[in-house]
């Protein structure tokens, strides 16, 4: 049985190849092998009873810096699981968005991103910040801490765009034993009030760099040239 998370769009596989005059500023050293990193999202779905919960799921992310400088790849990969037209442009203007932000030189950068549950289709836009930030932490040599988590969306300006269902993400964050969770501080006027469940360390924030600090505990180089929020 397919497994369906946030927003329901149809279903597509895409490759897609960035030019590259998205790309500019600090590059990397090519090597041999990517770099890996299974991190988690939280979404939505329906229950047996048509009730809207909140889930947390993994995504696999794979980066390779290559020798050539032809522009950013990336690969939305169909098994297990796959990525809906909505949920891969989501992704792709996120990371655009963080690079140009932080001026990251994605020209020879290749990205992979997996569902590994058979059978699931990811929707909705909500991972698309959380994958973003984790594509710029791999290119640095950073890495997603343990147990946190960061839903939203990336806008051109790297500020954190709101999404619905906090109440129920937190609820699942709760649950899997998440310690942190970054929401945006841009409050979606659909959700309602939300709680903070017990011992759950929950921070409303604005921009990528705030993300990327609470997210991996790094300074991020290009810092101080964007807004500190």
Do not use: C
């Amino acid at each position: 049985m397919t497994r369906k998370l946030g927003m329901l769009v149809g279903g597509l596989v895409i490759l897609l190849v960035l030019p590259l005059h998205h790309a500019s500023g600090k590059t990397f050293q090519s090597e041999p092998h990517p770099r890996m990193q299974i991190i988690p999202i939280l979404a939505t779905t329906l229950d047996q009873h048509s009730n809207p919960i909140g889930v947390v799921a993994e995504i696999r992310l794979s980066l390779t810096n290559r020798h050539d400088h032809n522009g950013m790849d990336i690969e939305f990969q169909t098994v297990p699981g796959k990525f809906s037209p909505a949920a891969q442009i989501a992704v792709l203007g996120a990371i655009i968005n963080i690079a140009r932000v932080t001026h990251l030189n994605t020209d020879s950068l290749s990205v992979s991103l997996t569902v590994p549950y058979q059978g699931v289709t990811v929707y909705g836009t909500s991972l698309s910040a959380m994958i973003g930030v984790a594509v710029v932490a791999l290119a640095h040599g950073d890495f997603i801490k343990p147990y946190r988590v960061l839903t939203g969306t990336i806008a051109p300006d790297g500020h954190i765009g709101a999404v619905a269902g906090i109440d129920l993400k937190l609820k699942a964050a709760h649950e899997h034993h998440l310690r942190r969770v970054l929401v945006p501080d841009e409050y979606d006027q659909a959700d309602g009030d939300w709680n903070t469940p017990f011992l759950l360390h929950v921070s409303p924030i604005r921009s990528v760099t705030t993300a990327y600090r609470a997210l991996t505990d790094r300074v991020f180089p290009g810092e101080s040239e964007v807004d500190p929020g």
